[in-house]
């Protein structure tokens, strides 16, 4: 829950509280609970979040509400103050539509390792029955599709037998198709393991490290708190000079 202050602030149980005293919208619902505006709540955030999950919010409420980048661009504009805005217009760049958060944050892990920013939604065309079957991302000129699968899929027996027919057959027209899974995201060495299956079905070396236009991902002055810490390294060494005279 938001308040303006400390102040305003009860004594609810199991309700946790954020303070942020800038102006912002809300959106009432029918039944008369009003909420803050969805895109505020991802500025407000930026204060909280990394800059992967503000990417991976992003796209979240792009999918459910329909928002274009610019929207956000404006909105973010309108505030004078934002703790994290660097890492706002960061995230901005990197925002794509995509179906699921899973299906972001694999998308992120193959560009934090150097590998090209894979086409999302890509539509493969069967030659001989003209069927296309629509794969979570692919790097077409590589022939390497590459599909996400949760819990979900395998939950329902029509969804799950779906899934692997459309495999098989695009594996009969010569693609490659690398699953992916909830534990291949789970951290930073299991994401590079992933980069690399992915590089090695493209037969190309994996860089390690993103390339110029992604280089967003790995800087740090974009990590939470990073200028608190750099005005604490700051202070302190102004003490130290301080210190020796």
């Known amino acids: 829950m938001t308040v303006r202050s400390k102040g ?15 102006k912002f919208n809300s959106i009432a619902f029918s039944n008369g609970v009003t909420c803050m505006h ?8 930026a204060q909280y979040l990394n800059l992967t999950e503000l990417v991976v919010l992003a796209e979240a409420l792009i999918r459910r509400y329909g928002y274009a980048i610019e929207q956000f661009t404006q909105r973010l504009t309108a505030f004078h103050r934002v703790i994290g805005r660097a890492r706002c217009e960061a995230a901005l760049k990197l925002v794509k539509p995509s179906d699921s958060v899973q299906e972001t944050r694999t ?27 629509t794969v979570d991302m692919a ?33 009969q027209l010569g693609w490659t198709v690398i699953e992916v899974f909830a534990d291949d995201l789970w951290n930073t060495a299991k ?26 991902l790995i800087d740090g002055s974009l ?23």
């Open 8 to 22: 305003t602030r009860s004594s609810l149980d199991n309700v946790d509280y954020r303070i942020w005293n800038a």
């Open 38 to 45: 969805p895109m505020d709540a991802w500025i407000q955030f």
């Open 107 to 133: 998308r992120l892990a193959l560009m934090l390792f150097g590998l090209p920013i894979p086409q999302t939604q890509y539509g493969i065309t069967d030659s001989e029955n003209g069927y296309t079957y």
């Open 139 to 171: 790097y077409p000129q590589y022939k390497v599709a590459i599909e996400y699968d949760g819990d979900h899929h395998r939950r329902f027996r029509k969804q799950y037998v779906r899934d692997q027919q459309k495999r098989r057959r695009l594996r």
């Open 191 to 216: 994401q590079r393991a992933f980069a690399q299956e992915v590089a090695t079905a493209m037969q190309i070396p994996l860089p390690g490290r993103p390339q110029p236009s992604c280089r967003v």
């Open 223 to 245: 990590t939470i708190n990073a200028r608190k810490g750099e005005y604490r390294r700051r202070k302190q060494a102004k003490h130290n000079k301080a210190s020796q005279h």
